[in-house]
């Protein structure tokens, strides 16, 4: 009997004793209030803002694969009936690669906004650090938004975290003069903060001055994009890989020619082999007439087995498996590249254009003749300036094909149209039509 | 406050019970005993397992020989004897201390369920007296089924619960819904009790395809079940609150009784075969309309006719065998006055119909009942149970054994001349079907021990205090290798890949109640239960997942180079609970039951944590009534039953509601990311459900007549819906939308024939059938969604139309000039797009239900039950591969030979198409079939060898049966069976289509039952 007295109170004590059964923390997660709360989350909340760049809907598949689509370069040989529309350029506002291209975008933005307005809140944080991790997320929000202009137009700025999902800051769009603005205001901002000069996996002062290139040649800025590609050169640490092919090694090797490109690993993988490889989905393939550019002896009406070019760019990114064409220039079993998101080449290249936008014809020469020379091409000589820009254009084609470069390249310079016979209208990606269901006030994109 | 108080109690109650047993024992030896026989008053034939209730405490069951044998306080009590199919009788004896009194029973059988004790949740009752819509299945519908499962064997066998196959691999999960499915993101399982305890269910597997998820009966031996009962409206289901919106499945295990040890053997052996095979084509055919196809768009022939149809395999009767299934059960039990006890033990061992699958299960459980004192018993319920799965990888998806059987064309070989798996030598065109069954595997060990130890102190025969602890541990370890040596697949690629996951899942639950009951001498009564309860769960998985293995020698995660992926995680989510329930009957004829529980998640933030469910249900035995005359003689007993409750669901992701960071890595640097938008307001999802029944008794109760109408409303589903993009989310979880679900049942239940003699001929009907109509009534915006191929939905929930209407184009029929399919232009825009689909029916049946009929003479019974499901639609998803006109490599379904090919042709099969131009194609409503089906579920003949033929004198009541299960389904659907969910059971949207499911089998086995 004194057992079972025991045997009760023990009972009775160990319930009373052990914790409150509601009071239960999240496991693998950790509340937002304790994110963001030390010199450690800071850090953590930066690598997270870079993780989202190798979402699948982003650089680790849909986002470069996409954009070849829809132009010239690339072809649907597969089974989405998503990347199917964007092949015959028929997308239609709920087209869900789309969506996700827009919801990875914007997920991004919010991990930088997260960074922006808690880290300089972060108690005790070194102020050196603290420039570092804002500078960099300043850089990150700059090419998310651009990524969002190339493709939509103007967008909603949404430059601080939503406090509810009705959040009117920054839920209706932008113009693209506006958008503009705020991405240079940002990279301002970026190259005030930014102080590493030699890290090509994370924004550097390099990565800042080349998106800015960029951005200044798609908004038509000519000369201020001219500047800033010279800028860059003149900072003396980048310079063309030897090898093309270098610069998609299986383990992420790193070349002079690397800016700023993302990881990716056995377990953060892309699927880029996995799409364009025959042995894998093969979901896209080049287009025979991305083949005749590299070989122009190939008939793109012929077998293609007949492809045989000269040019290095085209051995690497194009073979032929079983009597069919495939994209190999991303050939990783596990999608362990690391794909550029800026690389030098691309800059001498914004440089050559912006040269012959401004009538520098022989400085231009000069610029892709170094990409040409890489490429195992001869180089070309004095050309008229429509001739200059058009071999210009032609070369950004060859050597960033699979990059996502073409559509937005035909899309900046008018060329959508003719090229691929489409009207002005469809120019423009839809919104998604999920987006415009859930927000009042968001206006679609004429023609969908 | 109150948090902590009830935290507590059921704690508190459970240790009081512990210690008010103690000083009891010192009256242990001021006891008396009594026993006595209980016969049938017909045959004079012991009645077993009749229950006996002393002084309105149960105090068990009469074991084979009929006896029982109880210790009570001295004094006046009144013995109570009640057996299903019996009217009770109750007598009241004196007995003194320290003397043994006889009290013996002769019931008068009626063939009704009247008398029958149905357990309803902290309590029990007869079906007399039930207010609600409850049903009951006997434990010999689901014993000696060839089949896992207990689910399984509840088919057809309950009005209102709609019982889903979802696929014929052994082991394979099985969709359960009560009164249709009302939720679109939690789940729409039933809420499995047993032995009073709730248990687990969820999909605990890692690595697995769909449909392998765990419910409260996996692991159980059907052999070992007593009763299920199924707690259908909101009323009898609302005392289980928060997770009882699906309905709740009470099972009840055998118990002892008093007596000498008593065993029972139970063995049978069957085999298995394909029910039906899909007609194919064979290489002839194939090359032929492949080559059609090409003709028929201006391309040249793809295959050389002569040649490449020159060999033809039959991939189907490639991958099919004949498999052996058997099921062995030892049981013993007995015990004393004081002590009872049931054990027992089995093992059911399956091959699968499909090469590389097999399944097997042992399981033991020991019951115990022990009557510490006279106030003071104690019982514990242990079973123990493993189970070894081998799937095969890819089972229900689109590269699966199954499914490419289906899909690789006649043409290509099996193996190689060299005895080699024929594969990229041969340009096959998918992965050789059985190279992966032979050379990959997926063994899948589930152990699970379920246990509960319950103590009942009664401080007056009428007022007692029960405290119970369950335990329901399940381990879950997966092992997958998928072979280099399988060409054309990434395993081929990635030089092998392997994969291990293991799961737990843990559940404590902790209970303490008081139970009063008042029984008046004018069958009056009241019945008081209240107490509370605290139930913890604990999960853990782990996984890692290797490619690159230096041969197909190693199947393991140890030998691979690179870990593509890994995970590790535990979680937990508890629930408190208050409970009280009250169910008066003023002379059995005015019947009252109201209750109230009310339930506090973890899953839920502060501002909702607690949900209140109440429920109020009455009954009115019309029959009696002075003014029905003499109603009760003429046409039988009445009953009219009304129920309103509420009950809730809560069985969905943890903490939703609150904003989180979780992991974002950026190569080997470390990062953190938002994952969950706040939404503090989130709260159950709550059933409101009226029910109004009747129960009748006709024709002296040789038939019985249980019939429900229901309406069945849940609002505020949990739906991650929608919300701006530019907030960093693209959806959160909300509180959005109402779904119905009405409809009526009925359960017939008729002793068509009967013989005085007890070895006279009998005949026995059971019937029921069930009508059920969902509709979502609202939805965020009231806008559409669904689940689909390539993203565009195929199965939606959308306001007006039943959860997972199929939303497709509409073939209107073959352009006998072209040939091409032509579909509806619903917008009139001269173009057939996406925007062009229409409703295009539901997978939901109108009706289903089952037929039972048992013939019995002498010592034969032949029984048979027939099972049926009207109205449902099929999506065949394999037509999209293997009726698609050729435009893809896959083998195609010979109706497809009925193709256009000349003009002024009158079919139904688009003309061949190699690029795809017929449309044929298209996913569209051809694809969408007829689901109907009557199915010869069973037939069973077996034969009770007199006991004189025994050579062994002491061996009872042995009979020897043979049984054909599945043995034919009669419907129109083209796939194997139309019963299918390849989805798995935890799809609420994805409904009723077939992607390759692994076909059910049809099952011949003889067995043998004996006692001693």
Known sequence: MRTRFFLAAALITAATACNNPLDVKPAGSIPESSAITDVVGARAALFGAYGGLQSLSYYGQDFPILLDLSSDNSEHTGTLTSFGDADLNQLRADNETIAGIWIAIYDDINRVNEIIAKVPQVPNIDPDEMHEIIGEAYFLRALNYHNLVKLFGG????????????????????????????????????????????????????????????????????????????????????????????????????????????????????????????????????????????????????????????????????????????????????????????????????????????????????????????????????LSQTDMINTIIDERRKELAFEGDRWPDLVRLGLATSVLGISAQQALYPIPQREIDVTPGLTQNPGY | ???????????????????????????????????????????????????????????????????????????????????????????????????????????????????????????????????????????????????????????????????????????????????????????????????????????????????????????????????????????????????????????????????????????????????????????????????????????????????????????????????????????????????????????????????????????????????????????????????????????????????????????????????????????????????????NNLPTTTDRFLGNVEGTYHFIPSLSLTGRVGVDMLTMNELEWDSPLVDGTYAAQARGVAKSGYSTGNQYVMEGFLTYTHENADASSLNLVGGGSVQYNTNQLNFVRAEGFSSDQFHYVRNGTVITSFDGLPTNHNLESAFARANYSWKDRYLLSASLRTDASTRFGPNHQWGVFPAISGGWVISEEPFMGNFDQKFGKLKLRASYGATGNQDFADFSYLGLYGTSNYGENPGIAPTNFANPNLKWETTHEFDGGIDWYPFGGRLTVIADYYHRLTSDLIVDRPIPATTGFFEYWDNIGNVLNRGFELGLSSANFRSDDKDGFSWNTDFNISFNHNEVTALFQNQPFGDGENFRPISRVAVGQPIGEFYVLHFKGVDPQTGDAIYKDVNGDGEITSDDRVDAGSPQPKFFGGLRNTWSWKGFSLGSFLEFSYGAKVFNLMRIFADDG??????????????????????????????????????????????????????????????????????????????GHNLHNFTKYTGYDPDVNSNGETSNIALGTDYYAYPRARTFSIGLSTNW
């Open chain 1, 155 to 382: 967008v909603p700025l949404r430059l601080t975290p939503a406090t509810s999902i009705n959040d009117p800051n920054g839920s209706t769009r932008a113009t693209v003069q506006d958008t503009y603005t705020q991405i240079l205001k940002d990279l301002d901002s970026a190259q005030a903060f930014i102080s590493n000069p030699n890290q090509t996996t994370q924004a550097s002062l390099g990565a800042v001055m080349a998106l800015r290139a960029r951005v200044l040649l798609y908004e038509g800025d000519y000369p201020g994009a001219l500047t800033a590609a010279k800028a860059v050169e003149d900072l003396g640490q980048y310079s063309l890989a030897p090898k093309f092919s270098d610069l998609f090694a299986e383990d992420g090797s790193p070349t002079p020619e690397d800016i700023f490109r993302i990881i990716f690993t056995a377990q953060q993988f892309n699927n880029l082999s996995y799409y364009y490889l025959y042995d894998g989905r093969y979901e896209v393939a080049p287009t025979p007439d991305l083949m005749h550019d590299f070989d122009p002896s190939f008939d793109p009406s012929a077998d293609v087995a007949t492809y045989n070019p000269t040019d290095k760019r085209g051995q690497w990114s194009i073979s032929i498996e079983s009597d069919n064409q495939e994209g190999t220039k991303f050939r990783s079993v596990q999608g362990t590249e690391y794909p550029h998101v800026i690389r030098f080449g691309e800059v001498l290249l914004i440089r050559a254009e912006a040269e012959a936008r401004v009538g520098s014809l022989d400085t231009a020469r000069v610029k892709v003749n170094e990409i040409r020379a890489r490429a195992g091409l001869a180089p070309i000589g004095a």
């Open chain 2, 1 to 439: 406050m109150r948090r902590f108080t009830l935290t507590r109690a059921a704690a508190v109650l459970l240790g009081l019970t512990l210690y008010i047993a103690g000083p009891a024992v010192a009256g242990a030896q001021q006891t008396a005993t009594i026993r006595g026989t209980v016969t049938d008053s017909v045959s004079g034939q012991a009645v077993t397992g009749a229950q006996i209730t002393i002084a309105g405490q149960p105090r068990g069951v009469t074991n084979d020989r009929g006896t029982y044998s109880s210790n009570v306080a001295p004094g006046t009590v009144t013995v109570r004897a009640q057996r299903i199919g019996f009217s009770p009788a109750e007598r009241q004896v004196t007995v003194a201390a320290g003397d043994t009194l006889r009290v013996d029973f002769a019931l008068h059988s009626v063939a009704v369920t009247l008398a029958q004790v149905m357990v309803i949740g902290y309590g029990t009752e007869n079906r007399a007296r039930v207010t609600g819509a409850v049903s009951t299945v006997n434990s010999s519908d689901v014993q000696n089924q060839p089949v896992a499962g207990v689910d399984a064997a509840l088919q057809g066998k309950a009005p209102g619960v709609q019982v889903t196959q979802n696929a014929g691999d052994p082991g394979n999960g099985i969709t359960v819904r009560v009164r249709g499915a009302a939720s679109v993101s939690a789940s729409n399982q039933p809420l499995y009790v047993v032995d009073g305890v709730p248990v687990q269910s969820g999909d605990f597997s890692q690595l697995g395809p769909n449909g392998q998820g765990v419910t409260g009966v996996t692991g159980l031996d059907p052999s070992e079940i007593e009763s299920i009962t199924v707690l259908k409206d909101a009323a009898s289901a609302a005392i289980y609150g928060s997770r009882a919106s699906n309905g709740v499945v009470i099972i009840t295990t055998k118990r002892g009784s008093a007596g000498t040890t008593h065993f029972t053997f139970d063995a049978n052996t069957g085999w298995q075969q394909p029910e039906r095979y899909l007609s194919l084509m064979n290489a002839k055919q194939y090359v032929a309309f492949m080559n059609q196809g090409a003709e028929n768009d201006g391309e040249s022939d793809p295959f050389t006719a002569g040649v490449d149809d020159a060999h033809s395999t039959d991939w189907q009767r490639a991958i099919f065998r004949t498999a052996p299934v058997g099921n062995v059960h030892l049981g013993l039990s007995g015990g004393t006055d004081r002590i009872r006890y049931s054990l027992g033990g089995s093992y059911f061992g399956q091959n699968g119909i499909v090469l590389g699958s097999s399944y097997s299960r042992a399981s033991g459980r020991a019951n115990i009942d022990f009557d510490a004192t006279p106030n003071f018993s104690v019982k514990t319920s242990l079973a123990y149970s493993k189970e070894l799965d081998h799937r095969i990888p890819g089972d229900n998806s689109l590269t699966g054994v199954v499914t490419n059987a289906i899909g690789e064309a006649s043409i290509y070989p099996v193996r190689a001349p060299d005895g080699q798996f024929a594969g990229n030598d041969y340009n096959l065109y998918y992965a050789n079907p059985v190279a992966i069954a032979d050379l």
């Open chain 2, 886 to 963: 050729g435009y893809n490599y896959d083998n195609k379904f010979t109706y497809a030979l009925n193709a256009w090919t000349h003009p002024g042709q009158i079919t139904n099969e688009p003309r061949a198409s190699f690029d795809g131009t017929s449309g044929a194609r298209e996913i569209s409503d051809r694809f969408i079939e007829n689901g109907s089906y009557l199915r010869i579920s069973e037939i069973t003949l077996s034969w009770r060898i007199p006991e004189n033929l025994m050579p062994v004198r002491s061996l009872q009541n042995t009979t020897l049966y043979v049984t």
